[in-house]
């Protein structure tokens, strides 16, 4: 699956969210119909364990102000978030699903409620026997590690903000890891070869302009990601053939 990993080009971003509801069914399926080579998109788990597709901590984008967290499934309605069983179910096998685990909960309970994300999306995944198919994707290097321990053959992906980070990565300190995704404003050339030498690919998000595309490219990035996948193709074919 690294080799897979290394082989995207172009990532829709929660699908072809300039275009169709990010994180949605009509998201994922513009996104294939654009040529995507894979998906990203965000998980979350609801009160009562039910783990949907969506990247903001509250339902706002639903008309609700509750929490995703203090808010059980059937509470939710029509519209809301799919699920992750259903997003699977529908696009497991159609492309490569880089799934973010989403660990935005604080408090007493944050752990272990983090915990059982990374154990609710794993079993959702290794029950479809998508283990090639899919990545996880996080910020917390420790939610990867835990995910490693349940399930080795579903690839781990880490989420930097590189102007965060003093130096360039080590390779010790990227050991474990099938890929490293990058924010691109902050992403150098010699920090993304930093991740080369490691004998990692390496994503970038989020490449909307030509400017950000080029800085991914430049940084040596394999996979870039994209609200606009149709475009990036586009631009992406360019970049080749002037090569």
């Known amino acids: 699956m690294r080799r897979a990993l290394a082989d995207l080009r172009v990532i829709a971003h929660r699908g072809a969210s300039r275009e169709r509801p990010e994180n949605s069914i009509a998201a994922f399926e513009l996104a294939l119909e654009q040529g995507a080579d894979g998906i990203e998109l965000d998980v979350q788990l609801t009160r009562d364990g039910v783990a949907v597709v969506l990247h903001d901590p509250t339902l706002a984008r639903f008309g609700g102000r509750r929490r995703v967290a203090g808010t059980d499934w059937h509470e939710i309605g029509e519209p809301g978030p799919p699920r992750l069983d259903d997003v699977l179910d529908r696009f497991g096998r159609r492309t490569v699903l880089l799934i ?54 579903i690839p781990r992906v880490l989420n930097v903000s590189p102007q965060r980070l003093a130096r360039a990565p080590s390779s010790a300190s990227l050991a474990g890891l099938d890929a490293v995704s990058a924010d691109v404003r902050t992403l150098a050339p010699r920090w993304g070869a930093a991740v080369r030498h490691a004998g990692l690919p390496l994503l970038a998000w989020t490449c909307n302009t030509p400017r950000r595309v080029d800085a991914a490219l430049a940084a040596g990035a394999t996979g870039v990601m994209s609200d606009r996948p149709a475009w990036l193709a586009r631009r992406l074919a360019a970049a080749t053939e002037h090569d």
Request: glycine content about 8%.
């Open 100 to 153: 973010e685990l989403k660990a935005v909960e604080r408090g007493a309970t944050a752990a272990e409620r983090h915990l059982a994300l990374v154990e609710t999306t794993v079993r959702a995944v290794r029950r479809r026997r998508l283990d090639a198919r899919c990545a996880l994707l996080c910020f917390d290097r420790g939610l990867l590690d835990v995910a490693a321990g349940l399930a080795p053959g």
